[in-house]
């Protein structure tokens, strides 16, 4: 039997990732599976200007006078889950004048990150006796697929068909169209069309596992505030709507697997059967620094128990 | 890109959205301290404590309740989406407690509820109206059990309605409720300062001569029998401190909720979030506090304010003492609405304005439900209740389990409010309880701080101080001392209804039912290898 955990939509939330990476030893884990959507949304520059720090953070103003205040600062900026640049005062000016510049940063730093990151994930799990797979999701840069593909402990999942030992999974972080027009959103029939290539590739598709980081259209797993057209919550926050794929429900409801793994909609945190598939979606609130996730006993005749967590 | 001009940069990712509307949050929070459904019925209550006054009630009332809105806002915006009481409960104070609190406060004591909604539809709605056009006997129908059994399974079959189309669909109808409401509420405001005592008077004359058959001068009747029942108010302008004190754990029954339901989403801002869901709750609270002291004063001027105590004070003794109470001229729950609308001798007129007010019911109904429904679906994904309580039927989308838990034990409660002699003052217990959840959330807020350093050092609410101290845990000492001084006069006071054996006896019956429920999740769940322990365990971060 396989015991697996598995989380999503971090954020760039430092917290978050070195608790999945201790989350194996936490839960007596043996295979660890991170969703997709790693990157963080946000950049913080911290502004040197006449020998002090300033920095706008979650609407205060800070101003920073001593390495210990900043490097504290940055630390702060990291558990939420963004970026935190040391600019200058020009180079602040330059930036907000210049959003090739901005994306250019962006990219420069979220590697960064991710290099750091995955150094901290060869030290800490080297050595144990767990695979760790991560699927990049919508939100996430095509260039992080490639450092995932380099590390030595941290396995690429995206588009692969990997056997967890007796159960074989399917993996794709891309989703359906969302207003946002991020990096890996496709129609829905290239959505299709990306999940039917690695369903026909498993042996057993009824005993596999699909980790696909949209949920299914309709699912209780989808449903995210409603927005008006200018991306504004409609009564409060109040309201919601599904937004999931009809192509991951149609494929869930063809092969049925024992089990589908689901992110990309933080607010849907819950379960839900389709058909023999139990569909998980754990949420996320990476920007209080809790890990949410799933924890799953699973073999090829079904999963035999799960816990939704918040660790 | 968003936010640069801010200090910040934000790149293509999804769930970027803008702040959502103030307004929007503002209505939710107004609904549900409902000034005209649970605010005018409890007011009418105001005679049980003789000495007191209502107008510097409800003003102090908000005042405290403000505290509790500062310490739901430091909440929602430190775990905003996490779902409620229940969640924030369990992860600062731990799975069992919260359960039991949780379910109590939010499951259980809202099958309750359904007979009270039902017990106001009764006296708002089909009362009034049904007199209003011509069926006196009708009306009072809706006053007897079956009436209000009836009433009951009306609001039922309306909630359950809003749970099947969902929350947009029920935001969208209670918006329109809202404005409709606040037109009739205006109409209503607008009689009473028009109109003169002497027009009133005449008013209140001519139709409870022509719809129930009284004669006389009425008005002075009502007067005098209840001055003869032995109610003597002090007058309007005498507003002690001491007794009106007295009438706040009464007044909480519509103040208390200005955080029911309150939700907020948007993760790159910060203060501007606390600030925000803050305001929706805190204006939701004081507009309904200032309409209340403008209504109090109206009623003063044009009704009487000895009239409008007398004539309450004589339909509850109806009630509660029917052996000694007056007979009523007009018999009916002396709804300020109805007597307003009498100022203009119309019937298509006075019809009109109660629908209007009528939506205030319609629009706020849907809220008995909808805190119970997160809770359950929480609990399920925790694994505490089945999973089936969590299904939602694939064709319709509607949330089955969910409502069999919710609606088949309502019935039963609104049967036994109904028919079983002395079941209604258990009712009574329905503010009780959620208070008690309150007091569990406001007391892990107050240790949020420390019990949660992290969490809470990187919310909006760490830069909220008062003397150093975090403002979240100044506002809930305030309010855990509030919220204990109303458990101790529910508890040892005779005039909240609730101070006796067997609705403590109730009381301990549903905690033991969630206690128990618990228990045997947690023994179920650990032969199943599920430890419901673990469920909020913190990971190590290093």
């Known amino acids: 039997m396989i015991r697996l955990f598995f989380a999503t939509d971090i954020h760039g939330s430092e917290v978050c990732w070195r608790k999945f990476l201790n989350a194996g030893a936490f839960y007596r884990a043996t295979v660890l599976i991170l969703g997709g959507d790693m990157t963080g949304k946000a950049l913080i520059p911290i502004v040197l200007d006449r020998g002090r720090w300033e920095v706008v953070f979650r609407d205060d103003r800070h101003v920073l006078e001593t390495e210990e205040e900043v490097r504290a600062m940055e630390d702060r900026i990291a558990a939420r889950g963004y970026y935190a640049v040391r600019v200058s005062r020009e180079e602040m000016t330059a930036l907000q004048g210049d959003a090739a510049r901005v994306e250019a940063l962006f990219a420069e730093t979220m590697q960064r990150t991710l290099e750091r990151w995955l150094d901290l994930a060869e030290e800490k799990l080297r050595g144990q006796h767990l695979r760790c797979f991560v699927c990049p999701g919508n939100d996430d840069r095509f260039e992080v697929d490639e450092l995932i593909g380099r590390s030595r402990v941290v396995e690429l999942a995206e588009g692969r068909v990997i056997d967890l030992g007796g159960v074989e999974m399917i993996s794709t972080g891309w989703s359906n169209p969302t207003p946002w027009q991020t990096y890996r959103e496709c129609p829905e029939e290239d959505l299709r069309t990306r999940i039917e290539q690695m369903a026909r590739g498993l042996r057993a598709p009824q005993q596999s596992v699909f980790n696909l980081h949209c949920p299914p259209y309709r699912s209780q797993l989808d449903e995210a505030p409603a927005l008006d057209q200018d991306l504004r919550p409609l009564y409060g926050g109040q309201a919601v709507r599904p937004v999931g794929s009809t192509a991951v429900r149609d494929a869930i409801e063809q092969y049925q697997p024992v089990l589908s793994l689901h992110g990309h909609i933080h607010e849907a945190r819950g379960a839900a059967r389709l058909g023999r598939t139990l569909a998980l979606n754990p949420g996320s609130s990476y920007e209080t620094g809790v890990l949410q996730g799933a924890l799953v006993e699973v073999d090829p005749g079904g999963v035999r128990s799960y816990m939704l967590v918040a660790g | ?542």
């Not at chain 2, 000034?35 to 049980?48: A, C, D, E, R």
């Not at chain 2, 003794?317 to 018999?331: C, E, F, H, R, S």
Request: hydrophobic share 55%; glycine share 8%.
């Open chain 2, 1 to 542: 890109m968003a936010g640069e001009t801010a200090g910040y940069f934000v790149r293509r990712a999804t769930g970027l959205v803008r702040a959502w509307s103030g307004f929007d949050a503002f209505i939710y929070a107004f609904f549900s301290v409902n000034f005209v459904t649970l605010g005018m019925y409890i007011m009418s209550f105001g005679p049980f404590v003789p000495k007191g006054h209502l107008l510097p009630a409800a003003v102090i009332t908000g005042v405290l309740v403000t505290f509790l809105v500062i310490v739901y806002a430091g909440l929602i915006a430190a775990m905003p989406r996490a779902g409620g009481d229940y969640v924030w409960q369990s992860r600062i104070l731990g799975g069992g407690i919260a359960f039991v609190l949780a379910v109590t406060g939010w499951w259980f004591i809202l099958w309750h509820w359904v007979p009270i909604y039902g017990n106001i539809l009764s006296i708002q709605f089909f009362g009034p109206i049904l007199a209003t056009l011509g069926r006196p006997a009708a009306a009072q129908w809706f006053g007897t059990p079956s009436g209000i059994f009836v009433s009951s399974l009306v609001v039922l079959a309306f909630v359950s309605y809003y749970i099947a189309i969902g929350m947009e669909g029920y935001a969208r109808i209670q918006k329109a409720c809202f404005w409709g409401g606040l037109v009739g509420l205006a109409v209503v405001f607008l009689l009473l300062l028009v109109g003169s005592q002497p027009q009133f008077q005449q008013a209140f004359n001519r139709e409870a001569v022509r719809l129930f058959g009284a004669s006389g001068d009425v008005y002075a009747q009502t007067l005098e029998a209840s001055t003869k029942y032995g109610f003597t108010p002090p007058p309007f302008g005498a507003m002690p401190l001491g007794p009106s004190i007295l009438l706040i754990p009464m007044l909480v029954f519509y103040l208390l909720w200005p955080n029911w339901g309150a939700t907020l989403y948007g993760e790159v801002r910060g203060a501007s979030d606390y600030r925000r869901v803050f305001s929706g709750m805190f204006w939701g609270l004081w507009v309904t506090v200032a309409l209340s002291v403008v209504f109090f004063l109206l009623v003063a001027k044009t009704m009487g304010w000895h009239f409008y105590l007398a004539a309450n004070s004589n339909y509850w003794a109806t009630i509660y003492d029917p052996k000694n109470a007056p007979t009523l001229a007009v018999p009916l729950w002396p709804y300020p609405a109805l007597l307003a609308t009498w100022l203009v001798n119309n019937r298509a007129f006075q019809l009109i304005v109660l629908l209007l007010m009528s939506l205030w019911f319609w629009g706020w109904s849907g809220t008995v439900f909808l805190s119970s429904t997160r809770v359950i679906f929480a609990a399920a994904f925790d694994r505490v209740l089945p999973e089936w309580a969590a299904s939602v039927s694939p064709k319709r989308h509607v949330p089955t389990g969910a409502l069999v838990l919710m609606v088949v034990p309502s019935v039963v409660v609104s049967y036994l409010y109904a028919y079983q002699p002395g079941f209604a003052t258990l009712t009574l217990d329905a503010t009780l309880v959620i208070a008690v959840t309150y007091l569990g959330s406001v007391f892990a807020a107050t240790i949020f701080p420390w019990r949660r350093s992290q969490l809470y050092a990187s919310s909006p609410a760490a830069r909220y101080k008062v003397a150093g101290l975090p403002l979240i845990s100044v506002a809930g000492v305030i309010t855990i001392a509030f919220l204990l001084f109303n458990l101790w006069k529910w508890v040892t006071d005779a005039t909240y209804g609730v101070n006796n054996r067997q609705s403590g006896y109730y009381m301990l019956i549903l905690y033991a039912l969630a206690l128990v429920i618990y228990i045997i999740a947690r023994v179920v769940r650990s032969r199943q290898g599920i430890d419901l322990a673990r469920i909020h365990a913190q990971i190590p971060v290093e």
